[in-house]
T-cell receptor, first 112, second 115 residues
Framework: DAKTTQPNSMESNEEEPVHLPCNHS???????IHWYRQLPSQGPEYVIH???SNVNNRMASLAIAEDRKSSTLILHRATLRDAAVYYC?????????????FGTGTRLQVFP | DAGVIQSPRHEVTEMGQEVTLRCKPI?????LFWYRQTMMRGLELLIY????????DSGMPEDRFSAKMPNASFSTLKIQPSEPRDSAVYFC?????????????FGPGTRLTVT
């Protein structure tokens, strides 16, 4: 399985944009990039996913490098509620597998 | 929608006892996942089912663990006998097997403590 590398932690101030990086240099052509986050004492929740093109939804934006070896999750205006562990995950779509392998993620702290 | 429902939310048991964790997926979802989370190992996929059939159980730690999905609205994860190293938060997740929607919806988890 292709692996992802994320910083252990990041900090942000409230209402500022946050750019969470993820490196996946061994990504294959059939790997989708998924982002989940886990708020304290809760189960993970889906944030966004993409394959090649940048993606936007109500929660965040996903910017994917042209060579797909890295991606960035963008929170446009951080709120205190965005403090969580953010996981960048590759999912192999070759066999339509549902398997998600969570790494250690990035712990985001948001300060008022 | 009530979301994924897990019970119990907390379980404390003694080593050697049988433990059964329960999960009710979101109505209409036909894929169900069991995960375990510990500080040491992070979040691990144990097993997942599609249309009530186990697809991948390679994450099940050993024979003490078993999972069943007798119907589309119920699944159990059983540990027999339990050991202190099984202490963890166990999450159930579900999703709909259709189209490009790969979002998994997680339950609140069951915190298991084995003494």
């Amino acid at each position: 399985d292709a692996k992802t590398t994320q910083p252990n932690s990041m900090e942000s101030n409230e209402e500022e944009p946050v750019h969470l990086p993820c490196n996946h240099s061994t990504i294959s052509g059939t790997d989708y990039i998924h982002w989940y986050r886990q708020l304290p004492s809760q189960g993970p929740e889906y944030v966004i996913h993409g394959l090649t093109s940048n993606v936007n939804n109500r929660m965040a934006s996903l910017a994917i490098a042209e060579d797909r070896k890295s991606s960035t999750l963008i929170l446009h205006r951080a709120t205190l509620r965005d403090a969580a562990v953010y996981y960048c995950i590759l999912r192999d779509a070759t066999y339509n597998t549902d398997k998600l392998i969570f790494g250690t993620g990035t712990r985001l702290q948001v300060f008022p | 929608d009530a979301g994924v429902i897990q019970s119990p939310r907390h379980e404390v048991t003694e080593m050697g006892q049988e433990v059964t964790l329960r999960c009710k997926p979101i109505s209409g979802h036909n894929s169900l996942f069991w995960y375990r989370q510990t500080m040491m190992r992070g979040l691990e996929l144990l097993i997942y089912f599609n249309n009530n059939v186990p697809i991948d159980d390679s994450g099940m730690p050993e024979d003490r663990f078993s999972a069943k999905m007798p119907n589309a609205s119920f699944s159990t994860l059983k540990i027999q006998p339990s050991e202190p190293r099984d202490s963890a938060v166990y999450f159930c997740a579900s999703r709909r097997l259709a189209g490009e929607d790969y979002e998994q919806y997680f339950g609140p988890g069951t915190r298991l403590t084995v003494t």
